[in-house]
């Protein structure tokens, strides 16, 4: 989803220091990377290193796999995919696992390189995947270390606008707009055709992927978009999955990219304002919060916060800011739970007092990320489901809370532009529909989560007869196999698909601790 421009999951890099190596005591693969000739579509290239260092002692294969443009579409045009694969040392091993990230526009790369540090870790429980089944991590068509790489530098040109002084909040969105236009333009004059960059073709990379590295079949995990991703794969390439997880599930059947996007972040919100009201020091610290939201919002709209950088610079926040931060801070309970102490500091602001940290964590949720690319993002939204106006995404929210409806008339607004500017084709009707199949599919949702929430999966499984469904009560937006449940309900779906996994884990889950001023 969206919100991805603008917070990056998976990403710890700095943690990355050693050298590429491969082990030569480790036994020699039973998969092999199909032979092919320099010039064949799809085909392998291997890197001598990697694209970032991987520690020693690993057993895998670094490269790119060169695919078609347009798949089906002999015209000589190519596209290089980046590929990680850590090999297992089993006999026998299972089908591999494949990673497919959200966005549209992450690279599952990074995640990848923090994996092999993992491995290190015999008992960690990426490492007992491992024993069982390769792992194998991919960059889709346009995403970072693939080539082309449609990402633009859109975070430097806002830093450097705040760094100057003087800006509004609106300046800084107008910034973000006409750099992404000016990206746009450069790609176009680079010759590279976006046309090429939608779900089909991504779902067509993924068999190619799983051909060229001699697979039968593959588990496919698909994180937020990567969701939308495997629904695709599922219908059109079914004899290559005998499993599939959805962890952050985006409905294939939605008509419009922004549609309910208030409805679901009134319904994630309520949900965090629950758990406040149920904890008695919240409840006490902040007993209307509903109303104070709102106050916020309209003190914000008219008198912007100051928000003081590390750099020292001034970053203001004003009412649509905070209803973007408030949205995406969901995401991550960790963050949305800071709600209180932010609420404190705008509207009852103790002077020459310290700024809690979690303030500035919270209110720069409107920050352009990192880790992104954004040209594909769009590509991809721009021919699944576009809005067409600012009209038709009004039509699509209640006017009944401005804190919603602002943000979602802010955050379709670049669709609106991007798209109209694009002007690529739009994917047939019939993508759209739901997708019927037998094959085993495990569903994953997070209680908090504001974008893809667990109701609005409900119509897709009425097609997947075999499908198991769980959520994480205090769960944001994808669950990534971080804690040891969802270690649990994934690893037990591994061993037997068509068995659904026991879930009493979940009943162990503590509420979220909220940050309370002082």
């Known amino acids: 989803m969206k919100r991805n421009l603008r917070i990056l999951v998976l990403v710890l890099l700095s943690v ?17 990377v199909a032979q092919r000739s320099e010039d064949a579509v799809p085909r392998y290239e291997p890197l001598e290193e990697c694209f970032e260092a991987i520690p020693e002692g690993l057993d895998y294969d670094c490269g790119y796999i060169v ?18 694969r850590f090999r297992s040392p089993a ?16 690279s599952a790369i990074p ?16 490492s007992k995947l491992l024993d069982t089944r390769d792992l194998v991590y991919f960059s889709q068509r346009g995403t970072a270390y693939s080539q082309p790489d449609l990402s633009c530098p859109v975070r430097q040109a806002y830093a450097e606008r705040v760094s100057a002084g003087g800006a509004t909040a609106e300046d800084l969105r107008q910034l973000v707009s006409d750099a992404m236009l000016d990206c746009y333009q450069d790609a176009v004059d680079a010759g590279i055709d976006l046309a090429a960059y939608n779900s089909l073709e991504n779902a067509a990379d993924v068999n190619s992927i799983r051909e060229v590295l001699g697979y039968d079949q593959i588990v496919y995990y698909g994180q937020s978009y990567g969701t939308l991703l495997g629904q695709h794969l599922l219908r059109d390439f079914p004899e290559a999955l005998s499993a599939v997880i959805l962890d952050g599930v985006v409905p294939i059947d939605a008509v419009v990219y922004e549609e309910k996007v208030d409805e679901r972040f009134a319904y994630a919100l309520g949900q965090l304002l629950d758990l406040c009201a149920a904890d008695a020091a919240c409840a006490q610290s902040f ?23 590390q750099s020292g610079a001034i970053l203001p926040v004003d009412g649509v800011s905070f209803a973007t931060s408030l949205f995406d801070s969901l995401y991550s309970p960790v963050v949305a739970t800071d709600l209180p102490v932010v609420i404190d500091a705008i509207l009852t602001p103790h002077e020459g007092a310290e700024i809690d940290p979690a303030v500035s964590r919270f209110l720069t949720g409107a920050v352009p990320g990192e880790g992104i690319a954004q040209l594909m993002h769009f590509a991809i939204v721009c021919a699944e489901d576009p809005i067409d106006s600012i009209e038709e995404a009004k039509s699509l929210v209640s006017p009944a809370s401005s804190v919603y409806a602002a ?15 694009m002007d690529l084709p739009v994917l047939p009707d019939e993508t759209d529909a739901l997708v019927s199949s037998d094959i085993p599919v495990l569903l994953l949702h997070g209680g908090l989560d504001p974008a893809t929430p667990e109701y609005l999966a409900e119509q897709i499984t009425s097609t997947l007869p075999n499908n198991y469904s769980f959520v994480f009560p205090y769960g944001g937006h994808v669950q990534g196999m971080t804690d040891a449940c969802s270690q649990s309900i994934i690893a037990q779906f591994l061993v037997d698909p068509l068995t659904k996994p026991e879930g009493s884990c979940l009943q162990e889950f503590d509420p979220p601790d909220f940050h309370l001023p002082g």
């Open 16 to 32: 990355l220091v050693a050298a590429c190596a491969v082990s030569p005591e480790l036994p020699p693969p039973l998969v092999t």
């Open 67 to 84: 695919v078609p443009e347009f798949h089906g579409v002999d015209n000589g045009r190519t596209i290089k995919l980046a590929v990680l």
């Open 91 to 106: 006999e026998t091993p299972a089908d591999p696992l494949f990673v497919g990230t959200g966005g549209p526009g992450q």
């Open 111 to 126: 995640g990848g390189v923090l994996t092999a540090f993992r491995l290190q870790d015999s008992e960690s429980f990426m």
């Open 287 to 309: 007993p209307t919060p509903a109303e104070d939201i709102e106050e916020v919002y309209q003190q914000l709209q008219t008198d912007p916060y100051e928000l003081i950088t």
């Open 407 to 421: 943000f979602a008339e802010a955050d379709a607004a670049d669709y609106v532009q991007m798209c109209a500017a």
